[in-house]
């Protein structure tokens, strides 16, 4: 079966997820800047009871003053953050996470229009950790 190509709106997630299984997230209908990540960060921030590590690749929202100005407020909440190198995206378990929801989780009939993509996706990520789950032993 093939699917017809068209262009639609972006659908964009943005998650920070542990080892086990465990996974705090937002879908955006926008492309990801410094300001919806240093948001979605903070609300982490609200989220965490101990002190947590966030692994993050070096994208340029990721390197942002915007984003390097927010760090020294993040550690003093108790979330500090961690630079993997250059190219080495796997060192980072979320992008496990995306590898699995696009080529293993998401069946064929999510990629048949926005919407079906949406909603699949969405009940994939609310999923996680009951139905889909990652072996990281």
Same mark, same amino acid.
């Given at each position: 079966?093939l699917l017809p190509?068209s262009? =639609?709106?972006?659908?964009?997630?943005i &998650?920070?997820?542990?080892? #086990?299984? @465990?996974? /705090? $997230?937002?879908?955006?209908? %926008?492309t !990801?800047? =410094?300001?919806?990540l240093?948001? /979605?960060?903070d609300?982490?921030?609200?989220?965490?009871t101990k002190? %947590?590590i966030?692994v993050?690749?070096?994208a340029?929202?990721?390197?942002?003053?915007k984003f390097?100005?927010?760090i @020294? @407020? *993040?550690?003093?909440?108790?979330? $500090? !953050?961690?630079?993997?190198?250059?190219y080495?995206p796997?060192l980072?378990?979320?992008?496990?996470? *995306?590898?699995h929801? #696009?080529? /293993? *989780?998401l069946? +064929?009939k999510?990629y048949e229009? $926005?919407?079906?993509l949406?909603?699949?996706l969405? @009940? %994939?990520l609310?999923a +996680? &950790?009951?139905?889909? %789950?990652?072996n /990281?032993?």
């Amino acid at each position: 079966m093939l699917l017809p190509s068209s262009r =639609s709106k972006a659908l964009n997630v943005i &998650g920070a997820m542990n080892r #086990k299984n @465990e996974i /705090f $997230y937002e879908v955006h209908e %926008t492309t !990801i800047n =410094s300001d919806i990540l240093i948001s /979605f960060i903070d609300k982490l921030c609200n989220q965490i009871t101990k002190k %947590t590590i966030l692994v993050l690749d070096n994208a340029p929202i990721h390197r942002s003053k915007k984003f390097k100005a927010k760090i @020294e @407020e *993040w550690n003093a909440l108790d979330l $500090y !953050i961690y630079f993997i190198p250059p190219y080495s995206p796997e060192l980072n378990i979320i992008e496990i996470l *995306w590898k699995h929801i #696009k080529y /293993f *989780w998401l069946e +064929f009939k999510a990629y048949e229009s $926005y919407n079906s993509l949406k909603k699949c996706l969405l @009940e %994939t990520l609310g999923a +996680f &950790g009951l139905e889909h %789950t990652i072996n /990281f032993a």
